[in-house]
Structure formats: structure tokens, C-alpha cells
């Protein structure tokens, strides 16, 4: 007997009630579609759907899903102009500014809220109220920061939000989910070269199933994620959405208060304000590869290299969902204490839980 198997049908009714519980996650009242896939499928859907020939994308980039919207704007045949950071800092409203005065044929922006494999994180309501100003769709990759930040949707003016189940929220990676604003909408109706007859198709998703009530479901529903995404709201919401995201911060300031203990390593983002709350990453020593450090660790700790050329010099401690703990922080510090000779595990305990402590009270 297995509990995955032989379940009575998802209803269409089901269905709806998880996408209202996921709009209400990211404090929208915009229709919000819930994709079947793992979320590179609504940002790509979202990009596919907004850029045509004649448009002309901001693409801000500060990590490397940055890199990959440029790819997705540029195969639209949109004109990108790209904003890149170092990966070490967040982007400024500021710089965003500047860009949007230099380019103002520009009415699409892509932003990466937290990056989980960076570490960092941009300010959103800054960046969001200046190409609210300027007139631009806002797109925001919110995977890696919703339960983990305050993500305020219609405050802020996002128009595409998109989000995944596994990071913050602990539950599936095999359904995402994006919120469409009125005027995505009306920009994406309007546009001949948005997806139509495709899975990657938010058009199609409006008229067989937004538009037509949400009573009849245009594909088979992906149950079991339909079903751990549904639990994990449940979790989220018997926690309390606070203190979910209020773990995620202590987390960060706990690995990275407990590391500057430890002396070698060192947090690869410089500022506290700028470090995202769901992945700490680590600049090793000069000639020590993050592979070869991560592989004197326990295998089950949440530690990898950095990503593709990153991981020569990049360790990444991800603590999110149930790994975003006091306990989950001081394991793997106690494993790099042993695995890097000189450095002070008791001291790294020490100032992890006091960091831990002083954020939660600071909250
Ligand atoms: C994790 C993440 C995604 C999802 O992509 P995967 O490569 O499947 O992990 C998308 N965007 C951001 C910013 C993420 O951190």
C-alpha cells in the first residue's frame, strides 16, 4: 500500500482553492494561474507571452536566472538591455532608475527578487515603484524569496509574480505559479507572438480556465503536487506566514554570524541588508575548491559549490524550509569547523545563536 497512489480524482473545485490560497500567500487580488511544472516554466511563459519583436526588455541581472531571461527575451525578439550587478551586492533603485532614463523605449522589466544561488537579495518596492513610474510590466522572480521575504504583490505593482514550492515554502518542485496583473494581461493579449496552443500558453490557461469559471480543468491536474503544495500552505499557515519568514532571516544571520566566528570562510554578499534569507553563500580561501571542501562534509548537510564557474571559490549553505533552523545552521558549522583546521566551533555556536536570537527579537 502506498499513500501516493490510487487517490480519488483532484477536483476542479480543489484546484481553485489551492490558486485562491496561493494568491492570498503573495497578497494579491490579480488572477493567479497555477502551473504544471517546475517554475522555469511561468517565467518563461510569462517572458514568451510579454516580448515581441519592437519591445525593449530591462533585464536586470544578479545571478545567473538573469542570464537566462536575457536568452529568453533576446529568442522573442525583444531589444535587451541588461543591468548587471556583481553577484556579491543587490541592484539599487537608483541604478534602475538610470537605466530606465537612458532607454526609455523600455516596457518590460525582469528582477530576480532573492537569489538562491548568489545569496542575494534586490529591494523589490524601490526598484518596483520606479518602473511603476516609468510605465514598464514589472516581472519578478519571487521563487526564492516567497515565504521567506514579505512579498507584497499589489502594493509593490508587481504584474508578473512568479513562485515555486521548494525553497521557502518546504513542499514540491513540480508546481509553480504565477500572478497576472490586468495590464500583463492586456499586454499579453495584445501581443501576436504570445504563446497560443502551447503549454507555455497563460493565454490559454485565461480562456479555458480563469475566464470559463474554473469548473472544468483543461489537463489532468498534477495531483500529488497539487496535493503537497496544498499541505504545505497548511503548514505555512499553522506556523504563520511571520514566522516562516522569520526563521528564514535568522537563518542567514545565524550562518552568517556563526561563520565570521569561524574566521576562514568568508560571506561572499558584503552586507547584511543585501544577503538573501535562503541561501548563505561563502567565498573559501584562495585555492581551496568549493567541491573539494564540500566533499569532506557530511553528504546529507545542505552544502554545495557554487554553480558552474562559481563553485571554484563559492560554498552555498541553503537553509530553507525545514533546514531554515538553529539546529540545521550549527550542524553544518560544526562540520566546516572540522573540516577547516583552525577554526573554533564553540566560539561559531556561540554567535550563531545569539544572531539567531537577536533577529527574532528585533522582529
Ligand atoms: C531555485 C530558483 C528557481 C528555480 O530553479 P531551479 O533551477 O529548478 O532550482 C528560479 N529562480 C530562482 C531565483 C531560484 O532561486
Known amino acids: 500500500m502506498s499513500p ?6 483532484l477536483s476542479a ?9 496561493v494568491a492570498a500567500l503573495l497578497h494579491t487580488t490579480a488572477d493567479v494561474i497555477v502551473t504544471q511544472g517546475e517554475a522555469l516554466l511561468p517565467l518563461e511563459a510569462a517572458i514568451r507571452g510579454a516580448a515581441h519583436p519592437g519591445s525593449t526588455a530591462l533585464n536586470i541581472v544578479t545571478g545567473p536566472y538573469g542570464q ?12 535587451v538591455v541588461d543591468l548587471a550587478v556583481p553577484f556579491d551586492s543587490a541592484v539599487s533603485a ?20 532573492a537569489e538562491a544561488a548568489t545569496g542575494n537579495t534586490n529591494p523589490v518596492a524601490e526598484i518596483a515603484a520606479v518602473v511603476r513610474a516609468h510605465g514598464a510590466l514589472l516581472m519578478l522572480d519571487a521563487v526564492a524569496s516567497v515565504a ?58 485565461k480562456e479555458r480556465w480563469t475566464d470559463a469559471g474554473r469548473t472544468v480543468l483543461p489537463h489532468a491536474p498534477a495531483q500529488l503536487e497539487m496535493l503537497a503544495l496544498d499541505a504545505c500552505l497548511d503548514r505555512i ?50 585555492g ?31 537553509h530553507y524550509g525545514t533546514a531554515a533552523s538553529l539546529e540545521t545552521v550549527r550542524s553544518v558549522l560544526s562540520a566546516l569547523a572540522a573540516a577547516l583546521p583552525g577554526t573554533d566551533s564553540a566560539r561559531a555556536a556561540v554567535a550563531a545563536g545569539e544572531a539567531w536570537d537577536a533577529t527574532l527579537a528585533a522582529l
Open 94 to 113: 537608483e541604478q534602475v532608475a538610470r537605466a530606465l532614463d537612458e532607454n526609455p523605449g523600455v516596457d518590460f522589466v525582469s528582477l530576480v527578487h
Open 237 to 286: 499557515e499553522a506556523d504563520t506566514l511571520a514566522s516562516t519568514i522569520a526563521r528564514h532571516r535568522a537563518a542567514a544571520a545565524a550562518t552568517r554570524a556563526g561563520v565570521r566566528a569561524l574566521g576562514t570562510l568568508v560571506p561572499y554578499v558584503h552586507r547584511d541588508e543585501h544577503a538573501a534569507p535562503v541561501a548563505t553563500t561563502l567565498r573559501t580561501p584562495s
Open 288 to 318: 581551496l575548491h568549493a567541491a573539494e571542501l564540500v566533499g569532506r562534509l557530511d553528504p546529507a548537510l545542505p552544502v554545495q559549490p557554487g554553480g558552474g564557474p562559481l563553485a571554484a571559490g563559492m560554498l552555498r549553505v541553503n
Open 68 to 79: 537566462t531571461f536575457g536568452n529568453w527575451l533576446r529568442s522573442c525578439g525583444a531589444k
Open 148 to 205: 521567506a521575504e514579505p512579498l507584497l504583490t499589489d502594493a509593490w505593482g508587481v504584474d508578473l509574480c512568479v513562485i515555486g514550492g521548494q525553497k521557502a515554502m518546504g513542499g514540491p518542485a513540480g508546481v509553480s505559479a504565477v500572478s497576472v496583473s490586468d495590464r500583463a494581461w492586456e499586454r499579453i493579449a495584445a501581443n501576436p507572438a504570445a504563446p497560443r496552443r502551447s503549454y507555455l500558453s497563460l493565454l490559454d490557461w
Open 13 to 21: 473545485a480543489q484546484f481553485a482553492a489551492i490558486e485562491d490560497r
Open 4 to 9: 501516493f497512489l490510487d487517490l480519488p480524482p
